[in-house]
């Protein structure tokens, strides 16, 4: 059974930057595309970042600039590293990836609180 897990985030003023982590354990099989969501309370669930298996990269464009995704195929690991944080990117982040399996399956970790005080 894959398990998805996230740590890093916490409390920063604006202005800093914090650094998600997420690993993705149990897996027999590598991972395609892993990334980033965050959802704030009663809003939908947005993606902040995502990336390839083959490190092409996608983000939300309020985070362009600021946000940084990358991974690690060989530890089925992927990493936010977010500076210039806003108050408006106070959250809760969760971590998918999914399988590289036919047909492919997604997993979703339980989320990592990050608050930006003014």
């Known amino acids: 059974q894959v398990q998805v897990v996230e740590s890093g985030g916490g409390l920063v003023q604006a202005g800093g930057s914090l650094r998600l982590s997420c690993v993705a354990s149990?897996?027999?099989?590598?991972?395609?595309?892993m990334g980033w969501y965050r959802q704030v309370p009663g809003k939908q669930r947005e993606l902040v970042a995502d990336?390839?298996?083959?490190?092409?990269?996608n983000y939300e464009d309020k985070v362009k600039g600021r946000f940084t995704i990358s991974r690690d195929n060989i530890k089925n690991a992927v990493y936010l590293q977010m500076d210039s944080l806003k108050r408006e990117d106070t959250a809760v982040y969760y971590c998918y990836g999914v399988t590289l399996t036919t047909p492919p399956v997604h997993y979703w970790g339980q989320g990592t609180q990050v608050t930006v005080t003014s």
């Open positions: 149990g897996s027999t099989v590598g991972m395609s595309a």
């Open positions: 990336i390839s298996s083959g490190g092409r990269t």
